[in-house]
Every structure is written in structure tokens, then in C-alpha cells.
């Protein structure tokens, strides 16, 4: 079992920058794929980015890439996902979530995930 707790939510004025954290405790093997996921109000559940936790195979999806970056610190046991320039519309509940792999391909879709934190609210006013 994994338990993962995310942290850094909040309020921020467009163009501005939220660092979230998402500390996981647990039986954590060396084979594990790490996802952020968003949900906004009366919308589905999105892909946001993912990371393996030798800290390569990053993918992001598109309306993220080149302003958020997921990354990971093995030492901590936590995934972090830096998140620059934001816009209203990344407005959501963020989660963070598992799952151990042993396949190559990205880990986009929320049903390829086993363990789920509880989610941290980020909210861009324009």
C-alpha cells in the first residue's frame, strides 16, 4: 500500500507560480510511475504530466508543456510539480498518484493508477 498526501495548493494571480508537493509513505519499490492529474469544476479528470522514479520518462501534456515541470527527490520519497505561469484556466484540484509499472509506454490516463492522494485546490484569478 501507498499513502500520498499532496501540499501547496492556493490562490495566485495569473502569470504567477505554485510549487506542489506530493509526499508518498509506503512500501515504494524502484518501479513506480508518479502522475499529476486535474480536475476543474463540472469537468473530467485530466492528464497532467508524469514521472518514473529514476526520474526520467517525463511527459507532459500539451497545455502544460513548457511551464510546469515534475520532478522527483527519492531521498524524501516526494514528487513535485513546479508550476510557472499560470493561467485561470489551470484552475483545479490537483492529485497526485501511483502506480507500480513494469511497462515503458507514459502513464497518462487515470485508470493506469492505483493509489490516489486527496488533492490540493489551485486557484489563478485573472
Known amino acids: 500500500q501507498v499513502q500520498l498526501v499532496e501540499s501547496g495548493g492556493g490562490l495566485v494571480q495569473a502569470g504567477g507560480s505554485l510549487r506542489l508537493s506530493c509526499a508518498a509513505s509506503g512500501t515504494i519499490y524502484s518501479n513506480y510511475a508518479w502522475g499529476w492529474f486535474r480536475q476543474a469544476p463540472g469537468k473530467e479528470r485530466e492528464f497532467v504530466a508524469t514521472i518514473r522514479s529514476n526520474g526520467v520518462s517525463l511527459y507532459y501534456a500539451d497545455s502544460v508543456k513548457g511551464r510546469f515541470t515534475i520532478s522527483r527527490d527519492n531521498a524524501k520519497n516526494t514528487v513535485y510539480l513546479q508550476m510557472n505561469s499560470l493561467k485561470p484556466e489551470d484552475t483545479a484540484v490537483y492529485y497526485c498518484?501511483?502506480?507500480?509499472?513494469?511497462?515503458?509506454?507514459?502513464?497518462?490516463?487515470?485508470?493506469?493508477?492505483?493509489?490516489w492522494g486527496q488533492g490540493t485546490q489551485v486557484t489563478v484569478s485573472s
Open positions: 498518484a501511483a502506480v507500480r509499472t513494469f511497462s515503458s509506454y507514459h502513464h497518462t490516463s487515470s485508470n493506469d493508477y492505483d493509489y
